[in-house]
């Protein structure tokens, strides 16, 4: 089966939660059957395309399914030549109106047209697939006019392997003793900011946020004030070259977010062996359990509570981090392969 598994803008986003998604995808689609293209054009550049529309035979790649990431201008042209062509069309509803708002400047003024827009744009789908249960129920209140099935984003287990060998060099390079909360990703309000830096002036540990930041004219005011001028214990590292890095120089990973379609990245915690500490969200109650294999955390309170416990209990921390390997260990890419493989040939031979 040839499959198109397309993320528009890929190399901007490139950072971001939905790439590492689509790239984990490429690579669970590997040891199957399935052949996958990454870009929705004839021929492999701009001048193989012109070839192709040249000779009659169109700008899109023949492919006997098409799966888009995103929702833009591309995404939107690949998804009306999937409906002109009757192409099975996945589209994976990754972004939804509650997990963008609060990550960039004057975003929320769009809130109720970004919702209108994806309610049209998942209802052209054959099929849509959610990253979680709780995705999907919110998808079915917009409502959209197709299926919804659920798929884990799962978590690429081998890109982690021989993450304690950057614990020293890591905590050299950022100055790091004693016991670290951390957290990893891009820097967004939505993603905790203000919690984790008011917790940091609540508790005597370093906090440490290994990720990207912008302070332009689209950054949100929280996060020009939080980065500008964070409290003494808490270091913004800016990108870091190696994710394992991250992973390794702290100790109890924190991820205080407002919401989440999924969460790969407290996956990616939880297959380093990490204590870890969530944000009390139907999300997070779907796929982990609290007390077994992480901590889950409402208010402030309750944070400043699961921090001194950690801190100060390194079996706990043992514990909790061997049950969340466990965990994380049912999220592999040989599942998301295969359910995803199965989801496309039962596409296909529907048509």
Known sequence: MRALNYLELAGPLERSGIATAARQQHAALAPTDVAVRTRPWAGDGPLDTAVSLARGDGVFADVDLAHCHLFGPGSVAVARHARRTDTPL????????????????????????????????????DLVIAPSRYAKERLETYPIDAPVDVLTNGVDLDSLDGVDEYRDPYRERFDLEGTVVFTVGNVFERKG???????????????????????????????????????????????????????????????????????????????????????????????????????????????????????????????????????????????????????YHDLVGAT
Not at 197 to 210: H, I, P, Q, S
Not at 218 to 236: I, Q
Not at 271 to 299: H, M, N, Q
Not at 316 to 342: F, I, K, P, Q, Y
């Open 193 to 343: 900011l203000t919690t984790f830096c008011e917790l940091a002036g609540r508790t005597d540990y370093e906090f440490v946020w290994f990720g990207p930041y912008d302070t332009g004219p689209h950054a949100s005011e929280s996060v020009k004030r939080w980065v500008n001028d964070p409290p003494e214990s808490v270091t913004f590292t800016g990108w870091v070259d190696d994710k394992r890095g991250a992973f390794g120089a702290g100790d109890i990973f924190i991820f205080p977010t407002k919401s989440e379609t999924q969460g790969l990245v407290a996956l990616e915690a939880m297959a380093c062996g990490k204590a870890c500490i969530l944000s009390d969200l139907p999300v997070f109650r779907e796929y982990f359990t609290d007390g077994e294999d992480c901590l889950l955390c409402a208010d402030e309170a309750e944070y400043v509570d699961a921090i001194e416990r950690l801190a100060a209990d390194p079996e706990l921390r043992a514990e909790l981090g061997a049950n969340a390997r466990e965990t994380a260990r049912e999220h592999s890419l040989d599942r998301v392969g295969e359910e995803l493989a199965g989801i």
């Open 90 to 125: 996945v589209l994976h509803a990754h972004t939804l109106r509650e997990n963008t708002m609060g990550s960039w400047r004057g975003v929320e003024l769009l809130a109720d047209p970004l919702e209108r827009y994806l309610r049209w744009f998942y209802s052209l789908a």
